[in-house]
């Protein structure tokens, strides 16, 4: 029994081959390059295409699909919405791949699903029936497992955690992305910098040198670890948010662990201890001392290894 596991991201495509003890052994990406719409689904198409003539070549029978999208996948119509793959808004994606490929079973879901399942198949989360991974990259979302399923939600929106309202009063930055996202995602980060060094004319450090276009996750990480007191000041307020977050979650679900993943956690796994220092002041004083916070296991290949699972779990 083997699948195919295919992890849509903002400008690339990842894809694998998983066999039946869950091994990897054929992986494949390719850039977006800025492509959108139609041509993004085209492109989707010949890489399954391309994992399907390798299957064969190595006499590997497939059969079943999973996708991974960065948004909205609607289990009821089939339809994606992805807000940074331009023409996504409704898009028939399912149908499509199903016209062009007919034998095979396929399900899609959201990257933030694909998340969790990845580290419940292969990672931190294996062995849980209740647990959380919170996705902290260029945005933030978070799959969340409860009694071994994963919660969908009405209309599959659950998880949606980076509109959460954590600060007040509501300022008009907060309609594109939600007020978590807008302070502690990647761009978060990127943004809180900017203001700062807006406000603060006296400071002249690190971050000062560089220009607003310039500034980066990493160069906020490199001037923390050189103590510069902006960029202390920056991952105060984030951990602030992650530790609200991380409270407001073990309180509503009482979960056995929180993962933390995403081109962030990289570099923001050193925080954790901090996290949750923070998270003990605002949690349920009983559910939070039964959590664990962990980085994921699964790194990058997170929502890839849990698009092979979708597949798996599809048969």
Known sequence: ???????????????????????????????????????????IQDHLRNLLNFANNENVGIESI?????????????????????????YPLLHEIQSNIKSI???????????????????????????????????????????????RGSNDITGAIGWWGLDKPYQSEYKECGCFEYHASGEGLVKVANEFLSHDPSYNGILRGKTSDAINTRDIFNAYNQKDPLAVKIMKEAVEYWGMTVA????????????????????????????????????????????????????????????????????
């Open 1 to 43: 029994m083997s699948v195919i596991g295919i992890d849509l991201g903002g400008t690339k495509c990842a894809g694998a081959i998983f066999i039946n003890n869950g091994k990897m052994i054929h992986k494949k990406i390719v850039p977006l390059q800025k492509r959108k719409g139609m041509e993004v689904g085209l492109l």
């Open 105 to 151: 079973k396929i399900k899609i879901d959201s990257d933030r699903t694909c998340y969790i399942l990845g580290e419940a198949w292969q990672g931190a989360a294996k062995g849980c029936k209740d647990a959380i991974f919170i996705s902290v990259g260029t945005g933030i979302g978070a799959g969340i497992l409860v009694n071994g399923e994963i919660l």
């Open 248 to 315: 407001n979650l073990v309180s509503l679900f009482n979960p056995e662990k929180i993962i933390f993943g995403g081109g962030v956690f990289g570099p923001a796994v050193n925080f954790l201890d901090e996290i949750m220092k923070e998270a003990k002041k605002w949690a349920q004083p009983i559910s939070i001392n039964h959590v664990k916070l962990v980085g994921s296991m699964c790194g990058s290949d997170a929502g890839l290894i849990g698009a092979g699972y979708l597949a798996l779990r599809n048969l």
């Open 66 to 90: 999973g996708i991974s999208v960065p948004g909205i996948s609607y289990s009821k119509t089939g339809k994606v919405w992805a807000p940074n793959i331009p023409g996504w808004d409704e």
